[in-house]
């Protein structure tokens, strides 16, 4: 379990559906420009099950993780936007053959006893504001962060070059690492429309290493003014083996993970 996150008259609703028209046949090409100074709060949520085989026996246990994290874009150029972001909360219920658990970072006083060790994995992150900068293509300049619950990398997503219209289609590629495991993941989104206020992309992806395998697809607005997600829903199935006093414990997980961005 330690290793296991949204009237107008008709002669004006013409005018925007004409204005709209002519965003779209534009097309938009993505770019970080984060708001320098201003501050913002990414909320996600994860209800995700989790299937272990042990002895041959499968267990089942129902999860729901919520994360507050607060992120500000401290400098702001044409090349790069350097963030400084930390987690704020994190709230956590398990369900396991009728027993119920429970973590809340800001009601310690909640979490259930069960679950007072093995909470060092989300308490080290807390409250621990790090600093990471992204060039003007969502690429991560430097050393990554090792904030394992980061939500930031959510939020920005590398951009492709060249303008973008509807039906465009591009694709990334990169390292992530959860509790000292390395594993890459591989997306191609593709714009399912385009207007002022977002430009709506769907994807699938896949992720692969020798301890972790799985898959997600869903779907993202990103503000086109800033380059960054407003708001996401990911659906995933990811599975890798946990060894454990000698014993091999094949693990499955099935989530969705919704994120929005104020």
Not at 54 to 74: F, L, P
Not at 168 to 183: A, G, I, L, M, P
Request: contains cysteine.
């Amino acid at each position: 379990m330690k290793k296991t996150i949204r009237k107008i008259v008709p002669a004006m609703l013409v005018l925007v559906a004409l204005t709209t028209l002519s965003f779209m046949a534009a097309g938009v090409t993505l770019r970080l420009q984060p708001k320098q100074g201003k501050t913002c709060t990414i909320t996600s949520k994860v209800n995700a099950m989790t299937m272990i085989e042990v002895q041959g026996q499968t267990m089942n246990m129902s999860q729901t993780i919520d994360i507050r994290q607060s992120y500000i874009a401290k400098e702001v150029t044409n090349e790069q936007s350097t963030f400084e972001t930390q987690i704020e909360a994190i709230k956590m219920n398990m369900s396991q053959m009728g027993m119920k658990l429970e973590y809340d970072s800001e009601h310690p006083e909640k979490t259930s006893p069960m679950l007072a060790g093995q909470t060092s994995e989300f308490e080290k992150d807390l409250k621990k504001p790090v600093t990471i900068t992204y060039d003007a293509m969502g690429k991560i300049v430097g050393d990554d962060t090792n904030l394992d619950m980061n939500q930031l990398s959510n939020v920005i997503l590398e951009m492709p070059e060249e303008e973008l219209t509807v039906g465009s289609k591009w694709n990334s590629k990169k390292t992530q690492t959860v509790s000292n495991t390395d594993f890459e993941v591989n997306m191609e989104y593709t714009v399912t429309a385009i207007s002022k206020k977002s430009v709506d992309v769907s994807f699938t992806g896949n992720a692969e290493s020798t301890e972790i395998t799985g898959t997600y697809n869903g779907t993202a607005s990103i503000d086109p003014q800033t380059g960054m997600v407003i708001n996401s829903t990911t659906k995933s199935n990811v599975s890798m083996t946990l060894n454990e006093q000698g014993m091999s414990m094949p693990v499955t997980v099935v989530g969705t993970t919704t994120i929005e961005v104020k």
